[in-house]
């Protein structure tokens, strides 16, 4: 279950994406007529210190490792894969926690081999993800975990939907591809959330920042008023706990 930080007095609520240049945050506003935000952190400590103070975060990155890696990842993966139709491959399969924490590829590779049930390696792609996983490993805490969720962007937009996969892909040959960033935009605005009009957008380095990356955080702060709202969904229901205490949970 997700327990309060302090919400008396609470404005905010943020949803943060892994970008290439640190994690964009989108803060959405608790009061009428304020605007959302996006702001830029370097590193993930920077988010739990913003001046907006979100009682609630929901962030694109793993949180839970397992200590030997499954086929499919953890059962949070697999289940938020199932709903999500031909975009279910944006929900890779986290490895070992000894494997996430090699900074070297062959390395990782090869622990993750040794560590995984069937035996399997882990994708370059993956592995880019690895620093990132650690950067917020090194923060959650059990207590932590109670305001700080895992959120994976392409479920939120599948609850967006009304719990329909989406039919048209963000990416395509690893480029932004406008009919699915019109698309996801369209439920972004169905529920409140217009991305265009954000404080701080003309502020994001060009390069830095995709537009896929200011959907996706924004998806997640959808996902972390929910929670605050106690309307999220979460996957599995009863996750299992991993070796630091943390629960292995995707919320949507």
Same mark, same amino acid.
């Not at 990155?61 to 990842?73: C, K, S």
């Not at 953890?74 to 999500?84: G, H, P, Q, V």
């Not at 924490?101 to 882990?122: F, I, N, Q």
């Not at 009919?179 to 502020?203: C, K, N, Q």
């Given at each position: 279950?997700?327990?309060?930080?302090?919400?008396?007095?609470?404005?905010?609520?943020?949803?943060?994406?892994?970008?290439?240049?640190?994690?964009? &945050?989108?803060?959405?506003?608790? #009061?009428?007529?304020?605007?959302?935000?996006?702001?830029? /952190?370097?590193?993930? $400590?920077?988010?739990?210190?913003?001046?907006? #103070?979100?009682?609630?975060?929901? @962030?694109?990155?793993?949180?839970?490792?397992? &200590?030997?890696?499954?086929?499919?990842?953890? #059962?949070?993966?697999?289940?938020?894969?199932?709903?999500?139709?031909?975009?279910? +491959?944006?929900? !890779?399969?986290?490895? +070992?926690?000894?494997?996430?924490?090699?900074?070297?590829? /062959?390395?990782?590779?090869?622990?993750?081999?040794?560590?995984?049930?069937?035996?399997?390696?882990?994708?370059?792609?993956?592995?880019?993800? !690895?620093?990132?996983?650690? $950067?917020?490993?090194?923060?959650?805490?059990?207590?932590?975990?109670?305001?700080?969720? $895992?959120?994976?962007?392409?479920?939120?937009?599948?609850?967006?939907?009304?719990?329909?996969?989406?039919?048209?892909?963000?990416?395509?040959?690893?480029?932004?591809? $406008?009919?699915?960033? /019109?698309?996801?935009?369209?439920?972004?605005?169905?529920?409140?959330?217009?991305?265009? @009009?954000?404080?701080?957008?003309?502020?994001?380095?060009?390069?830095?920042?995709?537009?896929?990356?200011?959907?996706? /955080?924004?998806?997640? #702060?959808?996902?972390?008023?929910?929670?605050?709202?106690? @309307?999220?969904?979460?996957?599995?229901?009863?996750?299992?706990?991993?070796?630091?205490?943390?629960?292995?949970?995707?919320?949507?």
């Amino acid at each position: 279950m997700v327990s309060d930080r302090d919400v008396s007095g609470a404005t905010w609520v943020a949803g943060v994406d892994g970008c290439r240049a640190g994690w964009l &945050v989108v803060l959405l506003p608790l #009061a009428p007529r304020v605007m959302p935000h996006v702001r830029l /952190a370097g590193r993930f $400590e920077e988010v739990l210190s913003l001046a907006e #103070a979100p009682c609630r975060i929901a @962030v694109d990155i793993p949180i839970g490792l397992p &200590v030997v890696g499954e086929r499919g990842g953890r #059962a949070c993966d697999r289940e938020a894969r199932s709903r999500l139709g031909a975009r279910q +491959s944006s929900v !890779f399969a986290v490895p +070992s926690r000894a494997a996430v924490m090699e900074g070297d590829y /062959a390395r990782a590779s090869a622990v993750a081999l040794a560590t995984s049930d069937p035996p399997r390696k882990v994708s370059k792609q993956c592995f880019n993800l !690895f620093a990132k996983i650690r $950067e917020v490993d090194a923060l959650l805490t059990p207590e932590r975990q109670g305001w700080i969720v $895992e959120c994976h962007p392409e479920a939120a937009f599948w609850a967006m939907a009304g719990g329909t996969p989406l039919s048209e892909p963000k990416k395509v040959t690893s480029r932004p591809y $406008e009919p699915g960033l /019109a698309l996801r935009r369209g439920l972004l605005r169905a529920v409140g959330i217009e991305t265009s @009009v954000m404080a701080g957008l003309a502020d994001l380095p060009i390069g830095g920042v995709g537009p896929d990356d200011i959907l996706d /955080a924004a998806a997640c #702060a959808w996902t972390a008023r929910r929670l605050l709202a106690g @309307v999220a969904q979460c996957f599995p229901v009863r996750p299992p706990i991993d070796a630091r205490g943390l629960r292995m949970e995707i919320w949507a």
